[in-house]
Each structure stands twice: as C-alpha cells, then as structure tokens.
C-alpha cells in the first residue's frame, strides 16, 4: 500500500470511529431513561449483569473485555452484598438507624429505585419483621372472591382501612403495616392516614433477593401476633413467604415515586405480568 | 457476538469499500465490527422509539442473548408495523451514511 493509500485509510479510520462514537453517544443520551429502567429490571434477572453494555453489543474488543471485567467486578459485588446483608440480619430482631440506611442505600442500587427509610418526615416503627400472609380484601362495593386470583386465600369479612382501592394491582399487591402502632398516630391519624394510603413500599425478601412493589393497603397485623407486616396473597406467594411456624422476615422500605412511575409488581422483567404483554 | 438484526439487513457494500481501503485483516475486521455496532446502535434506536416501556424492557432483557433472537424477531414483528421494512431502510440509511462520510474529501 502507498503512503497516499495509507493516509487514506487512516482518515477513513478515523471518520468511521468519530461517527461510531458520536452516534452511541448520542443513543446513551436519548434513552437514558429507557436503558436505566431495564437495568433496574436486569439486575434482578441477571443477577448483576449490567445489561446495558451487552444489549448494545460493543463489538470493539476491548470494549468486550470491558464489559466482561465489569460483568464479574459486578456479579462478585452482588454476591458480596447477600453475604453482607444476610450476615447483618441473621438473628436480629431490630436494626439501628446505620445498618438501617446501609440496606436502604444497597436496595436502591440493587433495584434501581429510590428506598427511603423515612419520607417527608414519615417512618414506620420497623423496616424488618415477620410478614403474616393476609386475605384477599374486597376492593369496592360487589367485588367477590371468584373474580381474584389466588382464590384459595379467602376474602377478609370487611374492606382494608382505606376502603375502596383505586384499581386492582392496588389490592393484588398490597401490604398491611402496624399505622396503629406509631407513636404519633393517635394525634396525628388524620394526616397520617391519607398520607400512608396507598403509599408505595418495597417489599424484599432477604432469603431468596426477590423484591416486589406494592402499596400499604391496610392496617396491621396484631402486636401480640408477633408480625409486624402482612403481605397479600400476591405478594407473599411472589415472594415464596411462608406464614405459621416457617414465617420469614421481610424487609419493607419506602419507595420515592414522587412522579408515579414505579410500577407495582415484581422487580423482574420475567415475572409473568411483563413476559404477557 | 451476533448481531439481532443482522440476518434481516444487507450492508455489503461498506464492507466492499473497507476490503478495498484497508489491507491488514486484523485492521479490517476491527473497521467491520465499529460499522456493525453503528448500525445496531441505529437499529436499536429506532426499535425504542416504537416499543412501550414494558416492552422495550422485555426486548432489552433478550437482546444479548442469540438463543433469545428468534423469538424476539418474532414478538417485534408483532409489535411493529412494516418491522423488515423499517429495519431494512435505517440499515441502508446508516450505511449511505458511512459511506458518503467515507467518500467525503
């Protein structure tokens, strides 16, 4: 090849990569948003791998490297947080505000979302406890237990504290908190109520990763029961929770969704709800 | 790494172009796959711009994986009108695009 011939291809070279580079560029700017909610999703499907980078296929291979070094600095890491968090929750019956605001902060980048121990001044009495499994509740007047799912979970004989729900994914994925059990709800209750109504919480079970969204859609369960939480039949089955002598402890945290972007259900792009549409 | 739309779009005659300019294979194959990645970034960018959320969720979460590409080929010819056709002329577009950049000066 001649010297011109080369220049040649070296300009060739160099347009080609400066267009490449302007045009992933100019993809990762436009669908931020897009490639950050599926990285929420794939993070629980993967297990750390950061799909973002694959699904674009950075062909160049040090770019692929990149993405594998990435891979495995990612996935040690998630292996790491389990151990962590399970080494931090074993045995324990409270936790204190630090190790609260650990779990609240690696929560939110395990899923993407933003998980507040405590939101516009507002915190329940515990983030981590027993979960009873519930009834279904009636979601307004003339529902009937034959047109949910899960009928084998019975309909509970009066609605939930905020009586009607506003749709059905509402009652599917809701879960009761002791409202009656804070410490300022006697006084307060007329402003707590409507503010805790529907409020969107995480729900994550420590024992298997999986985390569900749902709203807080009754009051309860009981002190003396020993729970702290109650989930729907929906939420407890998502998360394989079991109730009785094999209950297990979940860990429930405030979900920020200030714009109502969140939607409720399992944090996983291969829950039915999503593999259906 | 393979490509999703690649057996459905035609783009040899960068290729010729490259084969033509450029001697060292190894300098050859790092220009196709930087021409390939473009237009997959097209390619992906338009097949956003037409899916739901929920659906580019579901795309996003196949795309890696090659055994996923034939019944995601599937779900996107369901979900988008016209899909060969439009996946077909942004190909052409970004390559007509690499292609006059590369016959420029």
């Known amino acids: ?277 | 790494m393979k490509y999703i739309f690649e057996d459905i779009i035609e783009t040899e005659s960068i290729f010729l172009i490259i084969e033509k300019h450029f001697d060292d294979d190894a300098e050859k194959e790092h220009m196709k796959n930087v021409i390939r990645d473009t237009i997959h970034h097209k390619l992906m960018d338009l097949i956003l711009d037409e899916l739901d959320v929920e659906k580019r969720v579901v795309f996003l979460a196949g795309v890696e994986n090659e055994n996923e590409h034939p019944s995601l080929l599937e779900r996107l010819r369901d979900w988008i009108d016209s899909f060969e056709e439009k996946i077909r002329l942004k190909a052409k577009e970004a390559e007509t695009e690499m292609i006059d950049l590369i016959n420029v000066g």
Not at chain 1, 87 to 96: G, P, V
């Open chain 1, 1 to 277: 090849m001649s010297s011109v011939e080369k220049s040649n291809s070296h300009q060739i070279r160099k347009k080609i990569e400066e267009h490449h580079k302007s045009v992933v560029d100019r993809f990762h700017e436009k669908h931020a948003e897009t490639l950050k909610f599926a990285k929420k999703h794939s993070l629980a499907i993967a297990g750390a791998a950061i799909l973002t980078a694959a699904a674009l296929g950075v062909s160049h291979i040090y770019a692929l490297e990149h993405t594998k070094h990435k891979q495995q600095q990612e996935t040690a890491s998630l292996q790491l947080f389990v151990k962590q968090l399970n080494s931090l929750i074993t045995d324990r019956k409270t936790l204190n505000s630090a190790e609260e605001e650990v779990i609240a902060d690696a929560l939110s980048k395990k899923f993407g979302l933003n998980l507040k121990i405590s939101l516009n001044e507002n915190r329940l009495n515990e983030i981590f406890g027993y979960v009873g499994k519930e009834q279904h509740l009636y979601r307004w007047a003339g529902d009937a237990l034959t047109s949910h799912d899960l009928q084998n979970a019975g309909m509970a004989p009066l609605q939930g504290a905020f009586k009607d729900f506003d749709d059905v994914d509402q009652e599917k994925y809701y879960v009761a908190v002791q409202l009656h059990e804070l410490p300022n709800w006697n006084k307060d209750w007329s402003t707590l109520k409507p503010w805790y109504k529907y409020r969107k919480v995480l729900v994550f079970n420590p024992v298997n990763q999986k985390g569900i969204v749902a709203v807080i859609g009754d009051s309860g369960p009981a002190k003396f029961t020993g729970k702290t939480f109650g989930g729907s039949p929906e939420v407890m089955e998502y998360l394989q929770m079991k109730d009785g002598s094999q209950k297990g402890k979940a860990i429930i945290l405030f979900v920020d969704d200030i714009q109502n972007k969140i939607a409720l259900g399992p944090v996983d792009p291969t829950a039915t709800y999503l593999a259906n549409k």
